[in-house]
């Protein structure tokens, strides 16, 4: 899709390999200090791959949708 490539080409957007996005997402976010957009705690990346908590809680940026799209203000704060 057009809207998607644009994206893609300016290396904001990342397509993962099939079955290992989680690791994909968190191999880029790390290797491209950006943060990572998810409600998911990455707690079996903790335990199981010795990602460092700290960093994964840092660099996750919660959200909700009440209706529109709302990151948790906390880590709004620490994206600036």
């Known amino acids: 899709r057009p809207e998607i490539e644009i994206f893609e080409r ?3 957007l990342f ?3 099939g079955g290992l996005d989680d690791n ?3 191999q880029q ?3 491209n200090g ?3 957009v998810s409600n998911d ?3 079996d990346h903790i ?3 010795g990602y460092d908590p700290d960093w994964i809680e840092y660099h996750r940026v919660p959200f909700m949708f009440n ?3 709302s990151p948790e203000p906390d880590a709004l704060v620490r994206m600036q």
Request: cysteine-free; hydrophobic content about 55%.
């Open 10 to 12: 300016a290396g904001l």
């Open 15 to 17: 397509v993962s390999p």
């Open 24 to 26: 994909f997402l968190l």
């Open 29 to 31: 976010a790390d290797a």
């Open 34 to 36: 950006a943060f990572i």
């Open 41 to 43: 705690r990455f707690t």
């Open 47 to 49: 335990r199981d791959r």
């Open 67 to 69: 209706p529109d799209f």
